[in-house]
């Protein structure tokens, strides 16, 4: 064994090639008191890209609100977030983005996008119960964008459906500003036993290190660099970058998991995601404050004649690193030899901090753990940032231009089948949404998605959302807004909101205005969290989601995603969007005020791209949502839905679609009638109370400060609004129902 | 009445069916692991839904040479109860012990939906209980679901009551729309000739339960329970 580095020094011509700069570079130097080798330099640059050390995001990420009286794991500090939900029960969550490998190979980007996030949740000992995605394309008219959308929606669905977790709900929304730069953001939720939950920590000199699942390839090397450059026209070219999935080697890997951690053996456990062995064990030391010896030559290789950086640096999916206890290496062995997986010691802990690797017993690299991870030697920079010179257009947008369209009627169908307003069935419907068996939310369509937890009385809500239009606009309001709007869909269910995680996409963090909005964004998030009570519990940031149009380097709109979770005490009080029963009374619950702020109306009817975010007051956001939850435990309410994208109007045909009951309802004459019906001011639900309720529903609503309007009643087979016959449901469902299959079969 | 479910590797459907005949209809239950060459005394054997072994070959062609399987097919040429559901019932008809084929959906695309399924014949374990036309509500969640035999095999499955459900319209019509996957004359569901072994693509285990807010599928389970006890 050669414990002597005698490999030839690499100079910062070839860290520039690696993405580092001058600055990192003698830094790095300075870390290791003498000039790097090849394969240090390749450590530092991914562990240091942007991907893996949130180098411009972790100053503003910290502002974020993460404390809780419910909360069992500190933001960032696990692989995913952990909500104490009573019973001995945990809910582990966390959304993630896969948005560049999506962009330049959908279906395998998207696929390992949903094998990375699951193994986040499973390493901590939870089993996933549910999956969620948001997702962004383009024009929906674009071939490019078709073919990127089916690559993803298969590639989820393939990946998920074997993997044999159900997929629940989500969201697709299409604008331009996706055409090149796609968002594919996945999640998932896990249920775990409080007394089994494992760290991904590594401690005690001696232990075994242990390298399971599948064995190591060439695919993904430096694709957590490549994740976070540009994407350019030779983008395609980067190829290699891109991962590729095997679900049932995943699917295999969660059940050996799971059964590894009730042997007791396990000390910790991270999963191999970007940047790969390196990142799994300079992370988990780091954490635990020990070293660590590894053998890169006893990693199973899928190729012959790897490097050792390729190896050390390789993204392969379905693998996990493993610190075991001395003396049960043969219990562990058992488990994934039952599994038929691969599990072979690479090395052991160690004293002190520092990182040795080996290959064919030659010392390669020598690095300390700490200097390699984010809150310990990894670079943090503080950007500087501007308002962004477009928010003068938004702001000096006049509704009084906007034009009353002589045919609200038509408006009504082009928005029940627009894109982002229409049923996206024909991307659900390849998704396994029921496999599992604890889906509520199948036959009983509620504004969030809701999973039981078997063995309780409890049930767990789920719901993600951004409206990045909203955010464009205002970064502070829309990321409120974004939050708001999750709170409101697991208010809506009966569920008190949680806990969040989030998917900070946005564009060139060197581009002042774009730093601006992710700053003013951040700031709104942490103002709504800090009401609802909900905080953030961790997630990512994928920034340069850009493109390059004419030399010049186009954004993304900036679309933090929010994920967050609510917790129905009692899974009877799970409450649904549909009409129940004709001659039942509508009420809007919310001050309504003329908005056509940011509407789908205003910006694809009348082709208005720039005007302000949508009213908005969280203090009566906050009151809505407690008052709904109230009138769902006291039994009145026969149903709830949130007004989102299309307004009032599409608020209706929703509920109204499910169930074929038609309704009839008033508009309101101190209010311009495109605005009463498509405007989408926030903190409205709207909701059906039968007439044996009705007396208990006003002297409720009367009780409370939060402002209510009646609608209408439902009934008959019709859109009534003020006696004008605005179609029958059957045939808006239609419109509703086929829009999209319709264009994808174009 | 003991039950045993095969665990094959990539199995993810062997939960839920372990749940709906343990904690649902409170039966024994054996998960029987893919490895073993034991039965353990179970009475009825149910293949469950899932990719078995990832199905990246054809769906259900690999299992088929579990050393389980061995057992299984000795079990079923004794005359004993076997059911496949989805990648169960894929599995059954690569071990030959039932005729036929599932090929991809006629829109290559995997579906996971509800969809209406009524019984053709009285005369099985599995519709007994359920009355003529109705029709049920139950899901299907599969790749290749689209069955298929040739002309032979289909009048054989006739001639001999083989064919269990159909897919069929709410109101229980068998149509060409209401057919999700482009089935030979909708079939859904089929046992063999000497009608111990049952297979089928929709998922009765995911309509059982009052968690799922349908439990049009329970009265399967129901049937197969009221004949054997009695």
Known sequence: MSDTLDSPVATFETAKKLGLLREEYDHICEILGREPNFDELSIYSVMWSEHCSYKNSITWLKTLPKEGPHMLAKAGEENAGLVDIGDGLACAFKIESHNHPSAIEPYQGAATGVGGINRDIFTMGARPIAQLNSLRFGNIDSERTKWLMKGVVRGIGDYGNAFGVPTVGGEVFFDDCYNVNILVNAMSVGVVDTAKTVKAISYGAGNPVFIVGSATGKDGIHGATFASGDLHDDSHEDLPAVQVGDPFQEKLLLEATLELIDTGAVVGMQDMGAAGIICSTSEMSAKGEHGMVIHLDKVPTRQQNMESWEILLSESQERMLVVGKKGMEQAILDVFDKWDLNCTQIGEVTEGERLLFYMNDKLIADVPAESLVLGGGAPVYTREYKEPAYLTKVNSFDKTQVKLPDDLKEVARFLAGHPNIASKKWVYNQYDSMVGTVTMTTNRVSDAAVADVRGTDKAIAMSVDCNARYVYSDPFKGCAIAVSEAARNISCSGAVPSAVTNCLNFGNPYNPEVYWQFVNAIKGMSAACEKFKTPVTGGNVSFYNQSMINKEEVPVFPTPTIGMIGLLESKNNLM??????????????????????????????????????????????????????????????????????????????????????????????????????????????????????????????????????????????????????????????????????????? | MKFGVVVFPGSNCDRDMEHVLGNVMDQKVEMLWHKEHDLKGCDFIVLPGGFSYGDYLRSGAIARFSPIMQEVLDFADKGGFVLGICNGFQILTEAHLLPGALLHNNNRQFICKNVYITPSTKNSLLTSGISENKAMKIPIAHGEGNYFANDDVIRELNGNDQVLFRYCNSNGEITADSNPNGSLENIAGICNKQRNVFGMMPHPERAADFIQGNEDGKVIFESILNIVNA
């Not at chain 1, 702020?597 to 009213?615: D, M, Q, R, T, V």
């Not at chain 1, 939850?629 to 109204?656: C, K, M, P, T």
């Not at chain 1, 002297?699 to 087979?717: H, I, M, Q, R, Y």
């Open chain 1, 576 to 746: 649904t969007l549909d009409f129940k029963n004709e001659g039942d009374h509508i009420f809007l619950l919310g001050k309504n005020p003329e908005d056509l702020n940011c509407s789908e109306y205003l910006y694809s009817f009348h082709k208005i791209k720039h005007s302000p975010a949508p009213y908005f007051n969280l203090e009566e956001e906050f009151a809505v949502q407690e008052f709904v939850r109230s009138l769902i435990r006291s039994g009145v309410l026969a149903s709830a839905h949130d007004v989102s994208e299309g307004g009032i109007f599409i608020n209706l045909l929703e509920s109204a679609m499910i169930s074929e009951i038609g309704f009839g309802i008033e508009t309101d004459d101190e209010i311009r009638k495109d605005a009463f019906l498509f405007g989408e001011a926030q903190g409205r639900v709207m909701v059906s109370v039968s007439d044996a309720n009705l007396a208990i529903f006003l002297e409720l609503s009367a009780a409370s400060d939060v402002e209510f309007t009646k609608l209408g009643e439902t009934g008959g087979k019709k859109a009534l609004i003020d006696n004008e016959d605005f179609g029958d449901i059957i045939n808006l469902k239609s419109i509703y129902e086929n829009a999209i299959g319709n264009k994808m079969a174009e």
